[in-house]
């Protein structure tokens, strides 16, 4: 056992660095097999480089070692639900809060879990799994009220209830504890969007990009609110071609087939149009900070 390896192995992985985590966690462990805590770690960095099933393989040697370790089962749950397997992920989760109560890591965990499928099987429905979520939530405000995990999951529950307000407000009392923290800044934006508040949105989501660079939810979401709404391309060419084969009853060879065409050609314009122009206004709702990002996006990118 070697604190200063662990914490090297650590510090990699606060970095986002898991390549090299996985990689120096598995050299500690060649020379110490029974080191349980950097099994642990290790299972972190092979969930981001390795995927979900061989981080489940080690954190399950973990338990082998220490059965009674609440992180460790915690883990198990998480990458178990990464894999769809909400039931057993419920199971893991209820084990490592029996061995620890209070540990904030399974308590958020599994709210994300039940966030992720909130409808596990035909038996269960949505409205109970998320009043599940809820108590987990209320248990980490007993346990950990001045915790920015605790507003973070506080707001990311009121947005899976499409309560906009309430989101918002449970994301920026994380911004209060956690400045610069990219999930808070995401979810401010996400409550934003839903409200149609394209400019603060905007503003956000730039916040979550400049958080983390590598991460590109932020960017993303700014891309999103640029293009604007969705236009129906699918159904306007439906409408081409029905019209066309309205015509075609009543013309035939090569008339029927330009008139097809023009209409096609017709609709295609109309399309382009109304996509740039819904573009431009779109755009114009961003802040002018928010507007550069998408430009320079648009163009390196």
Same mark, same amino acid.
Request: include cysteine; aromatic fraction near 6%; proline fraction near 4%.
């Given at each position: 056992? #070697? ?38 770690? !290790? ?57 620890? &109560? ?15 499928? &909130? ?22 405000? /007993?346990?950990?009220? /001045?915790?920015?995990?605790?507003? !973070? ?7 899976? /209830? ?44 730039? #916040? ?6 590598? #991460? ?31 015509? %075609?009853?009543?013309?035939?060879? !090569?008339? %029927? ?5 023009? !209409? ?36 390196? %990118?």
């Amino acid at each position: 056992m #070697s604190y200063a390896n662990r914490a090297r192995v650590q510090h990699l992985i606060d970095l986002n660095r898991p390549e090299e985590a996985r990689d120096l966690a598995r050299s500690f462990l060649a020379e110490d097999p029974q080191d349980a805590s950097m099994m642990s770690m !290790l299972a972190d960095a092979e969930f981001k480089t390795d995927g979900p099933a061989v981080a489940l393989a080690t954190i399950e040697r973990a338990i082998a070692l220490e059965h009674t370790n609440g992180t460790f089962h915690a883990q198990r749950g998480y990458f178990t639900s990464n894999l769809g397997h909400h039931d057993e992920a419920d199971e893991a989760f209820a084990t490592a809060l029996m061995h620890d &109560p209070r540990n904030s890591y399974a308590l958020s965990a599994h709210v994300e879990a039940i966030l992720r499928d &909130p409808a596990t099987s035909r038996r269960r429905k949505k409205a109970p799994r998320l009043a599940l979520a809820e108590s987990r939530v209320q248990s980490l405000f /007993h346990s950990h009220p /001045h915790a920015a995990i605790t507003h !973070l999951m506080d707001s990311k529950v009121r947005l899976a /209830h499409n309560e906009f307000e309430a989101c918002d407000a449970a994301a920026r009392r994380a911004l209060e504890i956690e400045p610069n923290n990219p999930i808070a800044h995401q979810l401010v934006g996400l409550a934003a969007e839903a409200m149609g508040d394209t400019r603060t949105a905007g503003d956000a989501y730039v #916040s979550a990009q400049k958080a983390d660079p590598t #991460s590109s939810t932020g960017l993303e979401g700014l891309r999103r609110l640029g293009q604007g709404a969705a236009l129906p391309i699918g159904f306007g060419l439906f409408i081409a071609l029905r019209m066309g084969v309205r015509v %075609g009853r009543y013309t035939s060879g !090569l008339v %029927g087939v330009l008139i097809v065409v023009a !209409l096609l050609a017709a609709a295609g314009g109309f399309i382009y149009y109304q996509r740039n122009e819904t573009r431009r206004k779109a755009e114009a709702k961003l802040s002018q900070n928010a507007r550069q990002i998408l430009d320079q996006d648009r163009k390196f %990118g």
